[in-house]
């Protein structure tokens, strides 16, 4: 995995068992939410940049997901139940104030979490991802929206062999990677190096939970929480993202009071590892900021 460090276990509201971890001290900590079927590779520059200026950093994975558990109970696959789990793990990490950063349903995740706990949230940043239904941006119009009953009835009634087709598709690593590139879903600053370990985490999800998940997105909507959101929010999104466009993240920024929208002109929907180097920089001057607004609060 590309976070190097220890990782703790904590039990979240269910009872479901969520694998995480925290690096750097501060009082004000940074969490990161992952994509749907993400692992930590998108955090391989970002989380030791942060903690390396002084930030305290956690991280989690999803459940389901890398170390954590399978659901205790199975109809918890929803966005309040990741956005609880976000909680569960910054309270496991004696976070009391926070920035949130998603990244994808990240995104979803984050704004959920802020909608259950506001008094948690110091500033948000959501990353190259929706507020409702991705479905109705992909590829710019809304092609998946439609289509995903029917690729869901194509996998759902047959689990052996949906979850045998997950393996031998997704185990071909070289194939994997120019699919996303012809596809214009995986950038072209993203190493093949990362492409390749996260492919290897994607071998081992089930794939029907994955659908679960993707059907929880189409189901969720934050639309009616971006206007009372008060706390500071950086917008970011990649001017080469087909998955979530920019102008997903334009709506975003003008709804939500006093956002800020930064397009990265090279980026894709894998943002955090198209270009780094601003990606980290704007992340930490925007966590700097917060940090210093909460010191002269007190």
Request: aromatic fraction near 10%; charged fraction near 20%; proline fraction near 7%.
């Amino acid at each position: 995995m590309a976070i190097g460090a220890r990782f703790n276990d904590v039990r979240s509201f269910d009872g479901t068992s969520l694998a995480w971890t925290s690096s750097g001290d501060g009082d004000l900590a940074v969490v990161l939410a992952n994509g749907i079927a993400c692992s930590d590779t998108y955090w391989t520059f970002l989380y030791p940049y942060l903690v390396e200026r002084g930030h305290k950093v956690v991280f989690w994975d999803y459940r389901a997901h890398g170390r954590s558990g399978l659901p205790v109970n199975p109809n918890e696959i929803t966005l309040s139940s990741h956005a609880r789990d976000l909680l569960a793990v910054a309270d496991a990490a004696g976070v009391e104030r926070a920035v949130l950063v998603g990244h994808s349903m990240g995104v979803q995740t984050i704004l959920e979490a802020y909608r259950i706990s506001p008094s948690l949230v110091a500033g948000l940043i959501p990353v190259a991802g929706p507020y409702e239904h991705p479905g109705k941006t992909l590829y710019g119009g809304p092609f998946w929206q439609y289509l995903f009953p029917f690729a869901e009835l194509s996998v759902m009634p047959v689990p052996w062999l949906t979850r045998a087709a997950w393996r031998s598709l997704t185990e071909q690593g070289d194939l994997m990677y120019w699919w996303g590139r012809v596809g214009r879903l995986i950038g072209g600053q993203a190493s093949r190096q990362l492409m390749a370990e996260y492919f290897a985490h994607l071998s081992k999800l089930d794939p029907l939970i994955s659908f679960r998940m993707a059907k929880a997105m189409g189901d969720h909507s934050a639309k009616d929480l971006l206007p009372e959101i008060d706390a500071p929010t950086l917008v970011l999104t990649g001017a080469k993202d087909v998955m979530t466009p920019p102008r997903l993240a334009e709506e975003m920024a003008e709804i939500i009071p006093n956002a800020r929208l930064e397009i990265l002109p090279e980026a894709s929907h894998t943002l955090p590892i198209d270009e780094p180097d601003r990606f980290n920089r704007l992340v930490e001057e925007f966590v700097t900021e917060v940090e210093q607004a909460e010191r002269s609060r007190m």
